[in-house]
């Protein structure tokens, strides 16, 4: 089942190249609007060897470190949160109509407050990234915990378990899989949003590479920070789900 589906997911890959190959090569759309697979590979060679006074390692490494930073806040904060929002009815009350209110508010909207507060640094992109990743980590943390069924619960405090066994030793562990999800669909946000305030106010990471090829006309750097972009989520992707599955099966072994 796997190896069909990663073939099956490779084959999709390769029409998408192949087709991207002959309108290049044939030239049914100008190389300056969608320059050629090899441009976009001699293009990273130049990335690799250093541009605009950083390597292509360091400018992954200035936006890993927004991301991280941002994202780590939002999932300490909107976990937590969320399950005590859940858990306790006064915090719902208190915290559901500020987050409501919030919530609709697009990530790139708090960039020029970011700016404000907390510089051009990394505090300010991180800033952006914890305000658009917080979301998914709370609502996910609070259906989980809001869902946990409520014979468990009953069950679990007829064997003598106190309120905060429930929370930690019951619904918790039952909500795991969906504030998991939360996590992962949070950190996919959060490379997506430090692209679009490094775009704005940079001087590192792919979001500054995409943004100076677009001012200096060069759009197979503009394509070849794309595809980093892209390259890099998928393998984040991967990452964390195979840090998942070995969490689970360390539970699920104990």
């Not at 084959?11 to 044939?26: D, E, K, M, Y």
Request: proline content about 6%.
């Amino acid at each position: 089942m796997k190896v069909t589906r990663f073939l099956v997911g490779s084959a999709g890959v390769a029409a998408v190249l192949t087709a991207w190959w002959v309108v290049s090569t044939l030239e049914l759309v100008s190389p300056f609007i969608l320059p050629s697979p090899m441009a976009v590979v001699d293009a990273t060679r130049r990335l690799s060897g250093g541009y605009l006074g950083s390597s292509l390692v360091a400018h992954l490494e200035a936006s890993l470190s927004v991301v991280l930073t941002g994202y780590l806040a939002a999932v300490l904060v909107g976990v937590s949160l969320g399950v005590a929002m859940a858990w306790l009815r006064p915090l719902d009350v208190m915290f559901g109509p500020l987050i409501s209110m919030l919530r609709p508010i697009p990530p790139p909207a708090w960039i020029p407050l970011a700016i404000l507060w907390f510089g051009i640094g990394l505090q300010g992109k991180a800033f952006v990234v914890f305000v658009s990743t917080i979301t998914p980590c709370l609502i996910n943390s609070y259906v989980a915990i809001k869902q946990v069924p409520p014979s468990l619960v009953s069950a679990a405090r007829t064997l003598g378990a106190s309120r905060t066994d429930l929370l930690f030793r019951v619904a918790v562990p039952f909500g795991l899989p969906l504030i998991a999800n939360g996590m992962r669909i949070a950190l996919g946000t959060a490379w997506a949003t430090v692209v679009a305030a490094e775009l704005v106010v940079a001087t590192a990471g792919f979001g500054f590479i995409i943004m100076s090829g677009y001012r200096n006309f060069e759009s197979d750097i503009m394509a070849a920070g794309i595809v980093a972009v892209a390259l890099t989520g998928f393998v984040i992707d991967l990452l964390f789900q195979q840090a998942e599955k070995r969490i689970f099966d360390w539970c699920a072994g104990e």
